[in-house]
């Protein structure tokens, strides 16, 4: 949250990441942790999907290192692909060029210090109104945190609007499986995930999705 190279790159850095945890904790944890913790809800991990972050892992006793995106890290719940003589060296991603833009969303009972229903962050890359390539991720609807693969490919090569994320949101709904539990019941995070498809296109392009509303109306 200090750092000026990332609030750089990311505008409403600030803003987004107070929607993680608490001050304290925020202190005291680290990005590796929220990563490596392997929850389906971490707020950190749904983030770092859609940026397609590539992860450095070391071995303690040998020194070797090799490199593995982040979505194939989670091999089920709570279960990781790496050695238990493994850490996380280091994460990296390509900085957003000039024609991408890069949301993050989060629903939870309290807007602050909760756990997520869902969360949701999406990478575009538009250019004359056209998405050229897309990563969207989602955390709460599965097993682990998902990459919406088949979402983000339909996605390409069409305009950024409110109707082309609702129809996208026919093809999340096929992605996800969200369960019932404490944080929601399956058919209210199947709703939230068509919300935050539809979020990401109202920040990037308001006025053309606030026109879109008022067309229905």
């Known amino acids: 949250m200090e750092s000026d190279v990332l609030a750089a790159i990311f505008p409403r850095l600030r803003q987004q990441l107070k929607l993680v945890s608490s001050t304290p904790i925020r202190q005291m944890g680290t990005v590796g942790g929220n990563l490596c913790n392997a ?14 972050a590539d992860l450095t892992l070391a071995d303690a006793e040998t020194g070797a290192e090799r490199t593995l ?22 994460i990296s991603f390509d900085a957003l060029a000039p024609d991408e833009f890069f949301n993050f969303e989060k629903v939870s009972k309290r807007t602050h210090l909760d756990i997520a229903s869902v969360n949701s962050a999406a990478r ?20 682990t945190p998902l990459l919406l693969k088949r979402t983000s490919e339909y996605l390409t090569g069409r305009s950024l609007s ?5 129809a996208a949101n ?19 995070k199947r709703l939230l995930v068509r ?21 229905r109306r």
Request: aromatic content about 10%.
């Open 39 to 52: 929850s389906p809800i971490g707020d950190l991990t749904c983030w770092f999907l859609a940026l397609g």
């Open 195 to 215: 919300q935050l498809l539809r979020a990401h296109c109202v920040e990037y392009f308001p006025q053309s999705s606030q026109s879109s509303q008022r067309a």
């Open 170 to 188: 026919e093809i999340a709904q096929q992605e996800i499986a969200p369960i019932d539990d404490a944080r929601g019941t399956e058919a209210y």
């Open 124 to 143: 575009f890359s538009v250019r004359d109104g056209v998405i050229t390539a897309v990563r969207v991720s989602a955390g709460g609807v599965f097993a």
């Open 69 to 90: 995106p982040l979505q194939e890290l989670y091999a089920g719940y709570k279960q990781l692909a790496k050695k238990s003589t493994e850490y996380l060296a280091a």
């Open 162 to 166: 409110d109707e082309t994320m609702l």
